[in-house]
C-alpha cells in the first residue's frame, strides 16, 4: 500500500474569468521509504499537488489516499487529525513560533497531540537526532542561524513519528553549503530511518537525493 496514492486527480479553481485547471488527471503512487522530488515551472501545479498531499486542500475530482486513508468525504477536522498525525511539513521559511524556545517548539506537536507524558525528553531525543546541541535547546528560533532553524523545523516534523515528510522548498532560504548540510540531513533520514520524504523544489541540484523525480508541467505528470 502506498503511503500516498492519487487517482486521476483533478483540481480546478473556479474564477469568475473562467475555470483554472491546476491539476488534471494526476496519477502517482509514492512507496514507503521513497525520496521523491516534484518540480516544474511556476503554475505547474506543484503548491496544489503539494496542499493536497498535505491534506491542506482537497481535489475537484479523483481518488487520494493518505497513509492508507481515503480523504473523499473527509470534513475539515479529519483532515486536520489526519495532517497532525500522519505528515510532517518542512517549509522553506522554517516556521517556527518565535516565542517558544527550541525544545518548546518541537514539542508543541506532541501538546497538540494531547501526550502528558515524556514530551520534553522526545524533543530532546529528536533536536539530538539531528544535530542540534543541547546548550541550544532554551535558545529562541531567532537566536539560531537559518540552517539550526531549519534542523529544528525537521525534528518538529519527525516527533509525531509522521508517514512522511512534505518539504516546500526547505533549502531555498539557505546558503549553499547550509543547503547541502540539511539535504545530507534529510537524507539520513531517508536512508537510516526509513522515512518517505517529497520535497518540492526548484533546484535541479536536488536530484542526486532523490530516487524519483515527478515532473509536472501544466498540471500534468510529464
Ligand atoms: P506552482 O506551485 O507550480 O507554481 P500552483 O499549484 O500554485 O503551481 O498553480 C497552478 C495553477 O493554478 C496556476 O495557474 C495558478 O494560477 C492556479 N491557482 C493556484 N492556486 C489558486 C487559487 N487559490 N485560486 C485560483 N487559481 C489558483
Ligand atoms: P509558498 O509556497 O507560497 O512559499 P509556503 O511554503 O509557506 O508557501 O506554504 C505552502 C502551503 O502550506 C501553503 O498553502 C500554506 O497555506 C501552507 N502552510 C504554510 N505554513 C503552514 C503551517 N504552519 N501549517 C500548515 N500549513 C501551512
Do not use: W
Not at 491546476?22 to 511556476?42: N, Q, W
Not at 524519483?212 to 498540471?219: A, F, H, N, Y
Amino acid at each position: 500500500m502506498p503511503v500516498i496514492s492519487f487517482e486521476n486527480v483533478t483540481k480546478v479553481y473556479p474564477l469568475p474569468a473562467g475555470d483554472v485547471v491546476a491539476l488534471a488527471g494526476v496519477d502517482l503512487a509514492i512507496e514507503k521509504g521513497e525520496f521523491v522530488l516534484i518540480m516544474g515551472p511556476s503554475g505547474s501545479g506543484k503548491s496544489t499537488l503539494l496542499n493536497i498531499m498535505g491534506s491542506l486542500d482537497v481535489p475537484t475530482s479523483g481518488e487520494v489516499t493518505i497513509a492508507e486513508k481515503r480523504i473523499g468525504g473527509m470534513d475539515d477536522d479529519d483532515l486536520t487529525l489526519l495532517r497532525r498525525d500522519h505528515i510532517g511539513f518542512v517549509f522553506q521559511q522554517f516556521n517556527l513560533i518565535p516565542l517558544l524556545s527550541i525544545v518548546e517548539n518541537v514539542e508543541y506537536p506532541l501538546i497538540l497531540k494531547g501526550r502528558q507524558n515524556g514530551t520534553r525528553e522526545r524533543a530532546e531525543e529528536v533536536l539530538q537526532a539531528v544535530g542540534i546541541e543541547k546548550t541550544h535547546f532554551t535558545h529562541k528560533p531567532g537566536e539560531i542561524s537559518g540552517g539550526q532553524q531549519q534542523r529544528v523545523a525537521i525534528a518538529r516534523a519527525l516527533v509525531n513519528d509522521p508517514a512522511f515528510l512534505l518539504c516546500d522548498e526547505p533549502t531555498g532560504n539557505l546558503d549553499s553549503k547550509t543547503g547541502t548540510a540539511i539535504m545530507t540531513l534529510l537524507d539520513r533520514m531517508n536512508r537510516e530511518e526509513g522515512k518517505t520524504v517529497v520535497m518540492v523544489t526548484h533546484d535541479p541540484r536536488m536530484t542526486e537525493y532523490a530516487d524519483r523525480t515527478i515532473r509536472l508541467v501544466d498540471g500534468r505528470i510529464a
